[in-house]
């Protein structure tokens, strides 16, 4: 009977340690924040862009805990670094602005990011972003969807790197997002004169 019950005893020492070990390692917040820098597409002015109006950014992943699919690096909220990197448009040539209700006579954008996660490959970290955006002007809504990849190599394994092929990935989204947006200023007609 003692047997049994050291062994009980032990099994829940154990396991309440490495749930308190988990717990703590998902603590430790890495800081999601957007760098312009990290990309190797130069962005160059568009002919023909308009005004855009960020009216909301969502998170709505399945998964929040994480931005690696393979163990666990807690990650700041990505709102933020979601608004800072759409000021990547302005390098294309657009107006961004931020507004909470539709503005007239521009493109008005609901962003929601649909996944933001990294995994190990070939010495690398590879990154990937997908958004749906909708987008608003007076010919109507619709929504518009962007996948995007980024890599790194794997220097040091830092949680800093995941990050950094997260936002290798963001700027290749935004490259798509610019391209696209173009087409809308067009099909808007409202190109800045």
């Given at each position: 009977?003692?047997?049994?019950?050291?062994?009980?005893?032990?099994?829940?020492?154990?396991?309440?340690?490495?749930?308190?070990r988990a717990s703590t390692e998902l603590?430790?917040?890495?800081?999601?924040?957007?760098?312009?820098?990290?990309?190797?597409?130069?962005?160059?002015?568009l002919a023909a862009t308009c005004p855009i109006s960020i009216v909301q950014v969502s998170d709505q992943r399945f998964s929040k805990e994480s931005i690696s699919a393979e163990f666990p690096i807690a990650a700041?909220?990505?709102?933020?670094?979601?608004?800072?990197?759409l000021d990547r448009l302005k390098?294309?040539?657009?107006?961004?602005?931020r507004s909470a209700q539709p503005v007239p006579n521009a493109l008005n954008?609901?962003?929601?990011?649909?996944?933001?996660?990294?995994?190990?490959g070939q010495m690398r970290i590879n990154g990937m972003v997908a958004f749906d955006?909708?987008?608003?002007?007076?010919?109507g809504q619709h929504?518009?969807?962007?996948?995007?990849?980024?890599?790194?190599?794997?220097?040091?394994?830092?949680?800093?790197?995941?990050?950094?092929?997260?936002?290798?990935?963001?700027?290749?989204?935004?490259h798509k997002v610019a391209q696209v947006l173009q087409e809308e200023c067009a099909r808007a007609k409202l190109t800045m004169r």
């Open positions: 009977m003692t047997n049994k019950f050291h062994a009980a005893l032990f099994a829940a020492i154990s396991l309440a340690a490495c749930t308190a603590v430790d917040i890495t800081p999601l924040t957007y760098n312009a820098s990290v990309s190797d597409r130069v962005p160059a002015v700041s909220a990505p709102e933020p670094w979601i608004d800072s990197g390098s294309y040539g657009f107006t961004v602005q954008l609901n962003v929601r990011l649909i996944r933001a996660y990294t995994w190990y955006i909708d987008v608003a002007s007076a010919n929504t518009e969807k962007f996948r995007a990849l980024g890599s790194k190599t794997n220097m040091w394994n830092g949680k800093d790197e995941h990050v950094t092929a997260l936002n290798y990935a963001f700027n290749h989204a935004m």
